[in-house]
């Protein structure tokens, strides 16, 4: 018999967080009520064959390296199981494409691993929350789902593509040119295509102690742009630099000059746009990152230069 259990990973976010007032969709403190309690909340779940383990509790603008790779090892133990069929994350939106796309690198496992989110709290008059859960344990049992998936607004977006594009709205996802994987109506999923595969780097490509990740930061090409930043960072240590380059991955020349000393010194760059859809094509003098967006950029490139131990 097919495995028929989904195991609910909570790690904070606004679909965890209260406001004094039910009319408060914006003045709230994010990862108050734990995953249990996000369940709970939710009566057509009760049928559901889950279990819940709190991962970690924290708004995840303050998102960090320590918790990926805990968040990572326990989704994978769990996704091991024989009987549990996927695993959904509770997270919050504002670094969700972040950790789903380094899950996606990491993982890239053959089941379904959901990660979900809200843009209203708990305690709001309409929170989007119980319903993007729900939808996300639909996917997680959908026979069809695998791999790193988002479940969020009614669709489902992969963990490779998607990326918040709004600051409020509950419709706060999008994917770039790619569009959804799939829409969520009323307990179904209707798979539109398949999500892009990639090979898995593993466990092991995380394991090195948090502290010792490389440093990797991203600066924004812009009207008057110089060269400082750059400068500044090479003289901290900075091992890696993404710049978010104007319109397809342009950059400043005096900002291009400094980012072509720091690679001299041996830092690794990435170019990528500060626009909100496109990839970066055809070649500069900078390595294009092709349709990674800034963020995805500087995961990518701090997982390719991870120490392996
Ligand atoms: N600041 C919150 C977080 O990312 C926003 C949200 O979840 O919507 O945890």
């Not at 001299?264 to 990674?292: D, K, N, Q, W």
């Amino acid at each position: 018999m097919a495995s028929s259990k989904v195991v609910i990973l909570g790690t904070g976010g606004t679909i965890a967080g209260t406001a004094a007032s039910a009319t408060d969709a914006v003045g709230y403190a994010a990862a108050q009520l734990g995953v249990a309690q996000l369940v709970a909340a939710v009566p057509a779940l009760a049928s559901r064959s889950l279990e819940c383990e709190q991962v970690a509790q924290l708004d995840s603008k303050d998102m960090d390296h320590a918790t990926w790779q805990r968040l990572a090892q326990r989704a994978a133990h769990h996704l091991a199981r024989p009987d549990v069929a996927g695993v959904v994350v509770t997270h919050g939106t504002d670094t969700l494409e972040e950790t789903a796309y380094l899950l996606h690198r990491v993982l890239a496992p053959a089941k379904p691993l959901v990660l979900t989110a809200a843009m209203r709290p708990a305690t709001a008059l309409m929170t989007d929350g119980p319903q993007n859960l729900l939808d996300a344990v639909t996917v997680a049992l959908d026979a069809q789902a695998g791999g790193v998936v988002v479940a969020f607004g009614g669709r489902v977006w992969a963990g490779a593509e998607v990326r918040k594009v709004h600051t409020y709205r509950i419709d706060a996802f999008a994917a770039g040119d790619a569009g959804p994987l799939a829409t969520v109506e009323e307990g179904s999923v209707r798979w539109s295509r398949a999500a892009p595969k990639t090979q898995a780097l593993g466990l092991a490509a995380i394991a090195a102690d948090p502290a010792r990740w490389p440093r990797v930061e991203i600066v924004l090409n812009h009207a008057g742009a110089g060269g400082m930043l750059v400068d500044a960072l090479v003289a901290q240590g900075v091992q890696g630099v993404v710049v978010a380059g104007t319109g397809n991955g342009a950059v400043h020349h005096v900002l291009e000059a400094a980012l072509l000393r720091a690679q001299g010194a041996g830092v690794r760059v990435l170019r990528s746009t500060r626009c909100a859809s496109g990839p970066v094509i055809g070649e500069a003098a900078l390595p294009s990152a092709g349709a990674l967006t800034a963020v995805q950029a500087r995961v990518e490139l701090m997982l390719q230069m991870l120490p392996t131990e």
